[in-house]
């Protein structure tokens, strides 16, 4: 068969919609935080299995850069121990799960932000809901306007730029 232009179209459309399908779907789990490796990644136990988590549309600051200490010691404060459910809509080529983690009904990445100890990810920001796009657009502003956390600084180095060296 020839690969006419319809062909052509027919094939886009259908790639479009199982993206769209992979990308609106999302496993739920259920387990106890048993451990902060820093800001933004945590060990979420389930049942048995341990599984490492990255929390959705944040980036805090690296361990050994300023404020990765504190922004580790506030998730700790956050979720260590606790019981949490994980929305996971992305497995990470090493393993790690992407997911909103909630904790005693309170999202953990919008408290990170709120508190000053992580940006939000606006390019992670097309895979959340219009609800959460907001509240994590107001929370990092008003982190900025009351300068808490890592907005203490005049220009905090964002993580990215820590790792690349610029």
């Not at 919609?17 to 933004?40: K, N, P, Q, Y």
């Not at 508190?115 to 219009?130: F, T, V």
């Not at 907001?134 to 180095?157: D, Q």
Request: charged share 25%; proline share 4%; aromatic share 6%.
């Amino acid at each position: 068969m020839r690969n006419t232009p319809l062909r052509r179209y027919l094939g886009v459309i259908a790639t479009t919609c199982t993206l769209m399908i992979t990308t609106a779907s999302a496993d739920t789990f259920t387990g106890r935080v048993v451990e902060v490796t820093d800001g933004d990644t945590l060990t979420l136990l389930i049942g048995r299995q341990h599984r490492t988590i990255n929390l959705t549309a944040i980036d805090a600051p690296e361990r050994y850069q300023a404020w990765g200490d504190p922004s580790r010691t506030n998730l700790s404060r956050l979720a260590l121990n606790r019981n949490a459910v994980a929305t996971c809509t992305e497995l990470k080529q090493r393993g790690e799960l992407v997911c909103k983690l909630v904790v005693n009904q309170r999202d953990i990445g919008l408290e990170q932000i709120q508190d000053g100890m992580a940006w939000w990810l606006r390019q992670d920001a097309k895979s959340q809901p219009a609800e959460d796009y907001s509240a994590y657009a107001s929370a990092e502003l008003m982190a900025k306007l009351k300068r808490l956390g890592l907005w203490r600084e005049t220009n905090p180095i964002p993580p990215w730029d820590f790792i690349s060296g610029h």
